[in-house]
């Protein structure tokens, strides 16, 4: 079974740029969720989807960040303008069960 | 306060040592999950357990329901096993549905 996919891996900014990242989440999984992590903190809750429908993003800064996920598959997360303190690791993890989550890659944001 | 709290932060170890790392959580869960983060990397779920204990190769967990408190053990530490462990934990919160919270991670490095 092919796992969640991220891309891209690595992405270099400057500040006031826009960025996005893209995850593929594992064929079937229902629930998405994006996580930002920050060196040496655990991943921040950013935003969940169940099919294409938002379930929380509370947490999530609306006057930057942006996340859609259309027809409840693939999902996209964009950030603009970007700021020096957006640098992180952005992961994707999907879920079809209560209680699991399953972890992509990650995709590492140096903001310049 | 997090809801999860893990020691210790940082750890190194000679090949061939015993590791613990423990986590502790202040919320009700219905599971609690091993992470493990590889520099650079995404993250892998070693375990997920919600009683007693689990055993897969070298890596052990267990967790205490009543005091709220778990353990991950590495037996005979290899330099591989170098990475970053988080502890999270799950739970439903009824608007939402499923909630994971994250320890901030153990950072472990075996030294040959």
């Known amino acids: 079974e092919a796992g969640v996919a991220q891309s891209p891996r690595y992405k270099i900014i400057e500040k006031r740029q826009s960025v996005a990242f893209w995850c593929n989440p594992i064929?079937?999984?229902?629930?998405l969720y994006w996580y930002q992590q920050i060196l040496g903190q655990g991943p921040k809750l950013l935003i969940q989807?169940?099919?294409?429908?938002?379930?929380?993003d509370s947490q999530l800064p609306k006057d930057r960040f942006s996340a859609e996920r259309l027809k409840g598959v693939d999902s996209t997360l964009k950030i603009q303008p970007a700021k020096l303190e957006d640098s992180a690791v952005y992961l994707c993890a999907s879920s079809s069960e209560p209680y699991e989550q399953y972890f992509g890659p990650g995709t590492r944001l140096t903001v310049t | 306060k997090n809801e999860v709290e893990q020691s210790p932060q940082n750890l190194t170890a000679q090949e061939g040592e015993f590791i613990t790392i423990n986590c502790s959580y202040s919320?009700?869960?219905?599971?609690l999950h091993w992470l493990q983060q590889h520099p650079g990397g995404g993250i892998v779920s070693l375990f997920m357990l919600s009683s007693g204990k689990k055993k897969h190769g070298r890596l052990i967990a267990t967790i205490n329901i009543q005091e709220k408190h778990s353990s991950l053990h590495i037996t005979a530490s290899h330099p591989r096993d170098s990475a970053v462990y988080i502890c999270?934990?799950?739970?439903?919160?009824?608007?939402?549905?499923?909630?994971?919270?994250f320890g901030t991670g153990t950072s472990l490095t075996v030294i040959p």
């Open positions: 064929s079937g999984h229902a629930t």
């Open positions: 919320v009700g869960i219905s599971a």
């Open positions: 989807f169940q099919n294409n429908g938002v379930v929380d």
């Open positions: 999270a934990v799950s739970g439903f919160v009824s608007n939402t549905g499923n909630q994971f919270y």
